[in-house]
């Protein structure tokens, strides 16, 4: 996805932000267009206050002059603006790739709503192409991985699950947990995998984000569609 895009899709969802707004902010590359877009309205009077899902995107919020706050202090949110992985038509969603996916769906929870920001080649038939990230605990990790594959060959998904960045350096989240990418291909029942993989006690989170997105913004060189409505 060219920046150019990333820039217009977040332009279309900025145009959902009002004076008095509160809001959760997401994280990725996509969603560092959308805070820079917001801060220049921020500058220009715009009166709002933001949720960073993210130490990341806190850290660019801080940066740009865009007011936050915390859901301890502001625990119900209007909107949350966020980008994903992967799409479909039911606006079904995979996010996770910046590891950040507990905390966005966190937020996207205690938001009325959720828009998502995305190009066009993220809009999918059948969810899984992307590999599913699943956020898990230090402890058990084996235990862990085992019960996930048990889980993916009871629902006839395969594809190999792998620790982020390795055994000898493994990605830590915020939270200080672990992720493992489930590279499952296609992914034809996502509740029944929703469900099943929080049924693992080792199991944090994970990347599905079902009955979460409202309208979704897909960018092309044709434009920007607008998908569903708030």
Request: proline residues 3%; aromatic residues 4%; negative net charge.
């Amino acid at each position: 996805m060219s920046v150019e895009l990333k820039i217009e899709s977040a332009r279309a969802a900025l145009a959902l932000v009002k004076d008095g707004m509160r809001i959760g902010i997401g994280t990725g590359s996509t969603a560092d267009e959308f805070i820079r877009l917001l801060a220049q309205k921020v500058k220009s009077g715009l009166d709002i206050v933001g949720v960073p899902t993210s130490i990341k995107t806190q850290s660019l919020c801080d940066e740009l002059g865009i007011p936050l706050t915390t859901l301890e202090e502001m625990p119900e949110l209007d909107l949350v603006i966020d980008g994903a992985d992967e799409v479909d038509g039911s606006f079904q969603l995979i996010k996770g790739a910046g590891g950040a996916l507990l905390r966005e769906k966190i937020v996207a929870h205690a938001s009325k709503a959720m828009a998502v920001i995305a190009d066009e080649s993220k809009l999918v038939e059948t969810l899984g192409t992307f590999a599913l990230p699943i956020e898990v605990n230090r402890f058990g990790l084996r235990a862990t991985h085992n019960a996930i594959r048990v889980v993916a060959d009871g629902l006839g998904l395969s594809g190999e699950i792998n620790l982020r960045g390795g055994k000898n350096a493994p990605f830590e989240t915020d939270g200080g947990h672990l992720i493992l990418d489930a590279s499952f291909g296609h992914i034809p029942d996502a509740s029944a995998l929703s469900n099943e993989l929080l049924d693992i006690p080792g199991v944090v989170e994970h990347g599905l984000f079902l009955g979460y997105a409202k309208v979704v913004f897909l960018a092309s060189p044709d434009g920007v569609k607008q998908l569903g409505e708030l």
